[in-house]
Nanobody
Framework: QVQLKETGGGSVQAGQSLTLSCTNT????????LGWFRQPPGKDREYLGALSWNDRRTYYSDSVKGRFTIARDDAKNAMTLQMNSLVPEDTAVYYC??????????????????WGQGTQVTVSS
């Protein structure tokens, strides 16, 4: 069974970068798609983007396209999220999730079967 864990969160200043990792310590991710979400305090969970594990194709929400980059890290059996030019509005708990999803279902959290516990990112001005 897939088991996901997010790492790399922390506190940074506005304008800095941060890279999160989503590591799988369970079964294979072959055939799965993985997504990144975040949840700011008091707000709904927001879809950021996703990765197809088999072919490494990536997908992004318009809100982070060009500023965030998703990639597959084979050495760590992980998906990464590189975040550049961070602003205070990026402050949130960041989650990764996975499942056997079709492309149209990627933005919707309820379609994912496995979730990590989340990692906090705090951006100060």
């Amino acid at each position: 069974q897939v088991q996901l864990k997010e790492t790399g969160g922390g506190s940074v200043q506005a304008g800095q970068s941060l890279t999160l990792s989503c590591t799988n310590t369970g079964g294979t991710l072959r055939g799965f798609r993985l997504g990144w979400f975040r949840q700011p305090p008091g707000k709904d969970r927001e879809y950021l983007g996703a990765l197809s594990w088999n072919d490494r194709r990536t997908y992004y929400s318009d809100s982070v396209k060009g500023r965030f980059t998703i990639a597959r890290d084979d050495a760590k059996n992980a998906m990464t999220l590189q975040m550049n030019s961070l602003v205070p509005e990026d402050t949130a708990v960041y989650y990764c999730a996975t499942g056997r999803l079709i492309l149209s279902s990627l933005p919707y959290a309820s379609n994912y079967n496995y979730w990590g516990q989340g990692t906090q990112v705090t951006v100060s001005s």
